[in-house]
């Protein structure tokens, strides 16, 4: 059973343009959200997160939107640089397992000049 | 300091060999993970280590074994791995227990062969 579900394997975006990449999610316990981005060969670096008592939170050209009636959230990455390209995971948690993150399948982000 | 650092990068080790992974954190931080990652795939909790306990095990087969020596460090001693079990293999930190992001290190490409 896939609790975090990202249904979009790939998406392309011109440069300078705006770049969604969406998240939904089946547990109605998770109230903690990051985004990770991922370089091959790398480990996931933390991006931005948002808890459930908020619906938006920004950093930078950053913008994690949250929808809890509807489970699901996205981030928004504007202006896309081609240095955003790489793979990105949505992760979710609960206050009573704080420690353990349910990751998503990720979403290839590939930013064309 | 912000970085999660892991020994070897890449390791190849016979199904009968007996090896660890490194990891240490210099962040203060007083949860360590290690995570698992199959190509495409989402990386998957293992274990959690909180103040240098095992809090977390995942049901994990008994082959894998942590061991926290101190709250910078944070091992993974393998031994009769199966070739399935080559994976990425990530450690993380927090600051602890709560909605506190992880930070990973670059993993550990495993090759049991």
């Known amino acids: 059973d896939q609790q975090v579900k990202q249904n979009s394997p790939s998406l392309s975006v011109q440069e300078g343009r705006i770049s969604i990449l969406n998240c939904d999610y089946t547990?109605?316990?998770?109230?903690?959200f990051l985004w990770y981005k991922k370089y091959p060969a790398e480990g996931p670096t933390f991006l931005i997160s948002i808890s459930s008592i908020k619906d938006k939170n920004e950093d930078g050209r950053f913008t994690v939107f949250l929808n809890k009636s509807a489970k699901h959230l996205s981030l928004h990455i504007v202006p896309s640089q081609p240095g955003d390209s790489a793979v990105y995971f949505c992760?979710?948690?609960?206050?009573?397992?704080?420690?353990?993150?349910?990751f998503g399948q990720g979403t290839r982000l590939t930013i064309n000049p | 300091d912000t970085e999660v650092t892991q020994t070897p990068k890449h390791l190849v080790m016979g199904m009968t060999n007996k090896k660890s992974l490194k990891c240490e954190q210099h962040m203060g931080h007083r949860a360590m993970y290690w995570y698992k990652q199959k190509a495409k795939k989402p990386p998957e909790l293992m274990f959690v280590?909180?103040?240098?306990?095992?809090?977390i095990n995942e049901s994990v087969p008994s082959r894998f074994s942590p061991e926290c020596p101190n709250s910078s460090l944070l091992n993974l001693h393998l031994h009769a791995l199966q070739p399935e079990d080559s994976a990425l293999y990530l450690c993380a930190s927090s600051q602890g227990a709560g909605y506190t992001e992880a930070f990973f290190g670059q993993g550990t490409r495993l090759t049991v062969v």
């Open positions: 280590y909180s103040y240098e306990k095992l809090s």
């Open positions: 547990n109605s316990m998770f109230d903690y």
């Open positions: 992760a979710a948690s609960n206050i009573q397992g704080a420690q353990k993150l349910v």
